[in-house]
């Protein structure tokens, strides 16, 4: 018997509707602990804890870049990163190239959040 992470859709319990554009929501699943964000109408997921010294980017506040991307930075150490593709994206960035693991998401037919490895 083997304690691998199902590989089926983890039902959060919510509802787009719940979740604040302006940062992240917490939730825990049998990948570990993550962030959901919405942003332009879109969810997405993302570590919820910092890959730096695990600071709470769930706390920090999404914001909007001059070239389009949507960040999300951490409290702590100010390490920000791009929501849509787990990347660093501040100026030390690039020398360290640590990035956020991330699930996709997905709405079920009754509107509830599902999230599953990506692929």
């Known amino acids: ?19 604040d554009p ?4 917490h939730v825990s699943t049998p990948w570990g602990s993550f ?13 919820a804890f910092c890959p730096h010294m695990d ?9 909007q870049g001059a070239n389009g991307e949507v960040s999300i930075v951490c409290p702590w ?5 791009d929501v849509r593709t787990g990347k660093r994206i501040d100026l030390a960035g ?3 190239r640590r990035c956020l693991t991330r699930l996709a998401a997905t ?3 009754d509107g509830t959040i599902l999230l599953a490895p990506c692929t």
């Open 94 to 96: 690039l020398l360290d």
């Open 77 to 81: 150490h100010m390490w920000r990163y």
């Open 1 to 19: 018997m083997t304690n691998a992470a199902p590989q089926r859709p983890h039902r959060t319990g919510l509802r787009q509707a719940e979740l």
């Open 55 to 63: 600071g709470p980017l769930f706390e920090g506040t999404l914001t």
């Open 22 to 25: 302006t940062r992240g929501k």
């Open 35 to 47: 962030a959901l964000y919405v942003v332009d109408g879109e969810v997405l997921c993302a570590q």
């Open 107 to 109: 709405i079920d037919q």
